[in-house]
């Protein structure tokens, strides 16, 4: 039999920007109803950030062992990949197992309901036979799922998308990755150091197309330094599985492996959610919100599917702009100037607000500044691996930067000090202004601050 349930807020799909809401509403004191079809926590914990990133751990371990020979000595590692499925599956993921989330979420005092929603009107959401009814609201929270590629014969073949890499418990002698992006580039240079032998295909005229092409051009360099195959620019025409390989037809001519990893974008989960029972476009490709995430009456949305950047950070920093709007403590909106983007490739690529490409589309008097990292003091003492640059982009009628690139050693977190620029608006006069401690990688952001005419 069918039942109305009352609550105060639904939060359907508990990737993180959700799980976070959740948690919060529910510890200020509302009734929360969470809805959760798979895992609570997402993609994330899943099969996203955590478990790729304690790949790439092992991986940079090692080329670091490789690299050793030249600096410290001989060094011997035997790259033995079950040690990092092991690591997965137990600390990681809990064997695929979301129990310690249920376990937060529920002492905060959310209610868990297991199963696929569907929105049904404002404030209203189904699963199954009951109708659970929001006096506040539903804050949406469904995520993506990797995109379906129209290639001819490849749904009828057993690829890998990102779930499937994260599960690997062993390592395929060959690797063909669809999509150079930082997903793709990734996984291919861990699966590569581990021993497979990897072919990235990218149709874009570039990996990493979305970020600077310097450092696409600095990848590509390094993987093919590597011995990963990189082909951009290219057209796969068909996938076959034949005896136990998989024949991928590019530019017309057949490549084989023994796995194909496709991981070239990815879908927003809004299809047969019901958003047209609250006023909006199934059809749409994101769902559009206002500064406080407010999407419809009664409707916050949070993560993936906003649209403003597939990243963990971003749907939770989403999912406490929707806590503040809804206790009605603080009045957050939504700022996405300074956005910031990792790739965590072997340099890893920071990056945060515009390329100098998209600060010309808009329009800016846009001035760039580079530094390359073996250039400098500390990429010179550090040799071997030292490879990376800085891009600073700065719009010069405002003398602010607008958008930076640290690729290097450890360029993420060199990233923070530039998104803190990019974000706070600091003049770069007063960022010209600073010294950097010597002998860091950051240091190379005063050479690049030299190159900035901002006249
Ligand atoms: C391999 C990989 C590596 C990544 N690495 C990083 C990284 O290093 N850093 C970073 O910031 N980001 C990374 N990301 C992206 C990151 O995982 C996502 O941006 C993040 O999970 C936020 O997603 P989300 O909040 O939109 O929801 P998701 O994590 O996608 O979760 C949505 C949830 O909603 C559920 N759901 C969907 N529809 C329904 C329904 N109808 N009913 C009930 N439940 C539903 C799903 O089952 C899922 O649990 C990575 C992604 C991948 C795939």
């Known amino acids: 039999m ?10 359907l799909g508990l990737g993180p920007g959700g799980e976070f809401a959740a948690q919060k509403l529910a510890e200020a004191g ?4 969470g809805v959760e079809r798979d895992l609570v926590g997402g993609e994330c914990p899943f099969y996203g950030c955590i478990p790729s990133k304690m790949m790439i751990r092992a991986a940079d371990l090692v080329a670091e062992a490789g690299h050793a020979d030249q600096l410290a000595g001989p060094a011997s590692l035997t790259p033995t990949w079950s040690l990092v499925a092991e690591r997965i599956r137990k600390q990681a993921t809990n064997d695929w197992n979301d129990e310690s989330h249920v376990i937060r979420l529920r002492g905060a005092g959310v209610r868990i309901v297991r199963g696929e929603g569907r929105l049904a009107g404002p404030g209203r959401v189904r699963v199954g036979e009951d109708e659970y009814v929001a006096a506040r609201g539903v804050v949406l929270n469904t995520g993506t799922s990797p995109a379906k590629l129209p290639i001819d014969g490849l749904e009828a073949t057993p690829y890998w998308t990102n779930r499937e890499a994260m599960k690997a418990g062993e390592l395929p002698a060959s690797l063909v990755v669809i999509g150079g992006g930082a997903i793709g580039c990734e996984l291919a240079q861990v699966f590569s150091r581990f021993g497979s032998d990897v072919t990235v295909l990218e149709v874009a005229d570039r990996i990493l197309a979305v970020e600077e092409p310097e450092t696409s051009s600095l990848i590509a360099r390094l ?4 011995g990963i195959t990189v082909r951009a620019g290219v057209t796969i025409d068909r996938v076959d599985h034949v005896d136990g390989s998989f024949v991928v037809r590019v530019d017309g001519a057949d490549v084989r492996t023994d796995q194909l990893l496709v991981a070239a974008g990815r879908s927003n989960n809004i299809r047969d959610i019901g958003l047209e029972t609250v006023g909006l476009d199934p059809a749409a490709s994101s769902v559009e919100t206002d500064g406080r995430m407010r999407a419809a009456d009664r409707l916050w949305a949070v993560g993936d599917i906003t649209g403003h950047g597939a990243f963990t950070h971003v749907s939770m920093y989403q999912g406490e702009v929707v806590v503040a709007d809804i206790l009605g403590s603080d009045s957050l909106e939504a700022d996405y100037r300074a956005v ?6 072997d340099p890893e690529v920071g990056s945060v607000g515009l390329t100098e490409a998209r600060a010309r589309e808009q329009g800016l008097s846009v001035r760039v ?5 073996p250039e400098s003091t500390r990429g010179w003492i550090h040799q071997v691996g030292n490879d990376g640059l800085i891009k600073l982009v700065a719009d010069a009628s405002r003398g602010v930067l607008v958008g930076a690139t640290a690729a290097g050693p450890a360029g993420g977190e060199i990233l923070g000090l530039l998104a803190l620029a990019v974000h706070a608006e600091v003049p770069v006069a007063t960022i010209s202004g600073m010294h950097f401690a010597y002998p860091t990688f950051h240091r190379a952001i005063a050479s690049a601050l030299e190159e900035l005419d901002l006249s």
């Open 2 to 11: 069918s039942e109305t349930l009352p609550c105060d807020v639904i939060v």
């Open 340 to 345: 910031a983007r990792v790739t965590f490739t």
């Open 30 to 33: 509302l009734d929360v109803v």
């Open 369 to 373: 500044g580079h530094a390359q990292l």
């Open 223 to 226: 993987f093919a330094d590597e």
